[in-house]
């Protein structure tokens, strides 16, 4: 019967929905597992990021640094300031005894900037992390060994989101990201992660790629190990440190960013992606692609439950679809408490497939701006 099929396609989309988060952990654990062999070694390391109107995030910044430059005296610290205009630029020239600036001419994006102060850098092991994350001061130490394996190309530490007591918003974000860690944690386990973020991670230094500015710049550069035949890893035991963003807009108008740069990177690294193994694709299928339709699996599941109930009771219908109206709004306005929560996941659904749409479109940006909220 009609309803019956209609009943099968919200479930079938339903469960591509919930598959990037409750089925794929579960089947990426029966992988074979590639354990790490860790060797002590001795690289020389050096230390990117970049800074845009950091002003606020960076006295703490220069602190860690500085405590990071007398543990490891021969650390290299290159830093890319993209035309900041709030002291910004001040501040590291103050700190130029441990680091060296990089004065960027205008707006030219992170991806810019990472690429100048790679081609600059001296260290076997280039470390990328972000203007607002504190390293913890042994991750160095913790870091070399991984490289003792031949087989390592690239080690993703592991971000601590710091989530604010009672902001929804930072609540969510950390929980998201405290799946993600896990799930990087079990690729890891079973050969390579599919990508790094950029609040912490490192790659040996001859396996950093060309690519254009307007790509995300730690996916492809992460990738790139992957592609050239090397495992890209998870150290649970080097730790970053970062506030969540606590203001709902603030976090959606990064979901869109991202998301429009992801499916744009994707875009550009396509071509390579069928060289992977089977595995790796399937990984990359799995935590990638399906997490960015997640928006529009969730819209189909809904309408098709509309359908099969329309099928059978067409006022019935009618009524679902107001309820279910209603209370997407009252949760999407929802400023605190589990409805807030609830409200806020959902959005980030949304907004980060609203940018894959951006993304499809063509359209993507280079550069980027803090979240006032962390």
Not at 24 to 38: D, E, I, Q, S, W
Not at 169 to 191: F, H, M, N, P, Q
């Amino acid at each position: 019967m009609l309803w019956g099929v209609f009943l099968s396609l919200s479930a079938l989309f339903l469960l591509l929905f919930a598959y990037p988060y409750a089925i794929y952990p579960f089947l990426v654990r029966r992988l074979p597992r590639k354990p790490v062999n860790k060797l002590p070694i001795n690289f020389s390391m050096s230390l990117l990021f970049c800074a845009y109107n950091e002003a606020q995030s960076l006295p703490a910044k220069i602190q860690n640094l500085t405590n990071l430059k007398e543990r490891y005296e021969s650390l290299e610290i290159l830093v890319f300031d993209d035309g900041s205009t709030d002291g910004t630029t001040e501040l590291l020239n103050a700190a130029s005894e441990i680091l060296t600036v990089v004065q960027g001419e205008g707006r030219s994006g992170k991806a810019c900037g990472m690429k100048q102060l790679a081609r600059m850098a001296k260290g076997d092991i280039l470390i990328f992390s972000d203007a607002n994350v504190l390293l913890a001061e042994d991750g160095p130490e913790k870091l070399l060994p991984y490289y003792g394996d031949s087989d390592v190309g690239g080690v993703c530490g592991s971000l601590v989101y710091s989530a604010e007591e009672g902001a929804a918003t930072a609540e969510v974000g950390s929980i998201y990201w405290r799946l993600d860690e896990k799930l990087k944690s079990l690729e890891s386990d079973t050969g390579s992660v599919m990508g790094a973020d950029g609040s912490i991670f490192s790659i040996r230094r001859d396996l950093y790629p060309d690519f254009p500015d307007s790509v995300l710049d730690d996916f492809t550069v992460s990738m790139h190990v992957v592609f050239a035949g090397q495992r890209l890893v998870k150290a649970p035991d080097v730790l970053a440190f970062e506030n969540s963003v606590s203001d709902r807009y603030d976090e959606l108008r990064r979901k869109i960013r991202i998301g429009a740069r992801s499916y744009h990177t994707h875009l550009h690294l396509a071509p390579k992606l069928s060289a992977m193994s089977g595995i790796d694709r399937f990984k990359y299928v799995s935590r990638k692609y399906l997490r960015w339709f997640g928006g529009t699996s969730l819209t189909l599941s809904f309408i098709f439950a509309i359908a099969a109930i329309y099928a059978v009771a067409p006022m019935l219908a009618l009524a679902a679809t107001l309820v279910s109206v209603s209370l997407a709004l009252l949760l999407s306005v929802a400023g605190s408490g589990t409805a807030a929560k609830v409200g806020d996941a959902i959005l980030a659904v949304f907004a980060t497939q609203y940018g894959v749409f951006k993304g499809m479109s063509g359209q993507t940006v280079s550069t980027w701006a803090p979240a006032k909220s962390r």
